[in-house]
């Protein structure tokens, strides 16, 4: 009787296996994808020497110091009819840097890239893409010295914004200058 049952039980696990594995393949179409097929790339020796020469060249070329982005701050300005928009970012100087290039990218994807020679960056009050909104927007920064070297661009940091529209608050933006540390106000009206 013992053998009766479990000759059972495996007969109804496998009928339950073999009744899930077609119904599984009856509800599934097969799927089948035509795969191109890709031929193994031959380069001649030539290009090869270029692309060697190219990553060399780059690893001896990127020895500066990455910039590391100590503030980025945005401030939404409006005065009666008036408005405007200023971005303001500093990081540490890097040495033997001549100058500097600061992208600014938005949630949209949207960037420009703006440079400058001292170790901040301000944009004018009528920049129309600043002004155009920098909710989540982030920037990095990149170094550039003299026989063609640069660094790596910093991380990137999101930028903080103040908009202005009535009572006062005051942000403060250290910036190097001449070899000392001066203190940029930024006024919003909220």
């Known amino acids: 009787m013992k053998k009766i049952k479990v000759l059972l039980s495996l007969m109804l696990v ?4 073999i009744g899930m594995h077609s119904t599984a393949n009856a509800c599934t179409p097969k799927l089948e994808i035509d795969m191109p ?3 193994d790339v031959e ?7 270029m692309i060697s020469a190219g990553v060399e060249n780059y690893f001896k070329k ?5 910039p590391i982005i100590e503030s980025a701050t945005c401030m939404n300005k409006t005065m009666g009819r ?3 928009s200023y971005l303001c970012v500093s990081w540490d100087k890097v040495e033997n840097a001549t ?5 600014v990218i938005k949630n949209d994807g949207a960037s420009t890239v703006y440079e400058t020679n001292k170790p901040y960056f301000y944009t004018s009050r ?5 002004m155009e909104g920098m909710d989540g927007a982030k920037v990095r920064v990149r170094a550039y010295g003299e026989d063609d070297t640069f660094s790596v661009w910093s991380e990137k940091k999101e930028v903080s914004g103040v908009d202005s529209t009535g009572g006062v608050e005051v ?7 001449q070899g000392k540390t001066e203190r940029s106000y930024f006024y919003a009206h909220f």
Do not use: A, N
């Not at 990127?62 to 990455?66: H, N, P, T």
């Not at 009528?126 to 600043?130: L, P, V």
């Not at 942000?171 to 200058?177: A, F, K, L």
């Open 37 to 39: 097929e890709i031929p």
């Open 171 to 177: 942000h403060t933006v250290d910036i190097p200058y």
């Open 62 to 66: 990127c020895i500066l110091d990455k």
């Open 14 to 17: 496998m009928l339950f296996s």
């Open 99 to 103: 100058s500097y290039k600061i992208e």
């Open 82 to 84: 008036y408005s405007f």
């Open 126 to 130: 009528q920049d129309e893409f600043i």
């Open 43 to 49: 380069l001649s020796d030539s290009t090869k020497d």
